[in-house]
């Protein structure tokens, strides 16, 4: 599918030479930030560390271990948050460098049942619990994801990318 | 993470009663069906066949399985659609019930940069080739995607879930 990359930083990406991000985890490979959005309280945005356009430009490895990321913070953050529903996006037209926006909705909050990006509905309360923030940063400072092993014998012998 | 579960159809959903789907691609747990929008050819739809609401109420392989046909179809909509930039997204605040969207954007395009629910930037003429209905069908009809499997040695053990 897509070739291996390391992925040039840009100078003039704003993802790839970032100032004040709050961040929240971080592995060699990506990390977590929270995106400070009064309306989103909870809204996590997990960004791939090089500086990569699409999904399948990276290596299936690479694929796999982004999204097990992404699934750690959903898991989290419907854990902490207590949302009406998750919603997962990687859009990056305007800043096309790989990152996948986590957000909590609530049926109180701004635009629900549309997406963040629409229309307002409302003046919006997105009903978080308190101590949200120490909760999040706690929670999501200790995920582990890791890529799943197949047993052996369920090994096609396709071996490593 | 999640629990595997089967998800019992419900009667009120959209997606587990579908009507005039155009169906590009099926396997036992997922379909790809291609959503008919003047302003966005190509806009192809990834959807879990039981009904489930978010990702992470899937077991870590059904999750795999439906990424796995997610990014091929990514793959097929930017060889056959030859898009700007690649959009993704599982939001469901209408309908609960997964499902990806995988949207080829154009810089010509009615909402670009911007995303697709946002409010429009211009009349919008997308940038489609020629035939790209005929070589979509056919490319998605043959995909085969499936979940990668590591060598034994990098089994650690952990088993099938």
Redesign the interface.
């Known amino acids: 599918?897509g070739k291996s990359t390391t992925g040039n930083l840009q100078m003039n990406c704003e993802l790839c030479t970032p100032e004040n991000e709050l961040l929240l985890w971080e592995n060699g490979l990506c990390r977590v930030i929270l995106v400070e959005d009064a309306h989103y309280p909870g809204f996590c945005r997990v960004i791939w560390n090089q500086h990569v356009?699409?999904?399948?430009d990276l290596t299936?490895?690479e694929?796999?271990d982004f999204?097990q990321v992404v699934?750690a913070v959903?898991?989290v953050v419907?854990e902490v948050m207590h949302p009406?529903?998750?919603?997962?996006?990687?859009?990056?037209?305007?800043t096309?460098h790989l990152h996948w926006h986590v957000i909590p909705?609530y049926i109180s909050d701004m635009h629900?049942?549309?997406?963040v990006?629409?229309?307002p509905q409302r003046a919006g309360m997105p009903a978080a619990p308190p101590d949200w923030r120490v909760n999040l940063a706690r929670q999501l400072g200790q995920i582990q994801p890791?890529?799943?092993?197949?047993?052996?014998h369920?090994?096609?012998?396709?071996?490593?990318?």
Chains 1, 2 share one sequence.
């Open positions: 599918m356009k699409e999904m399948t299936e490895d694929r796999q999204m699934f959903e898991s419907r009406d529903k998750i919603n997962l996006a990687s859009l990056g037209n305007m096309p909705r629900y049942p549309n997406p990006w629409s229309s890791h890529r799943k092993a197949l047993s052996c369920e090994n096609s012998g396709s071996g490593q990318e």
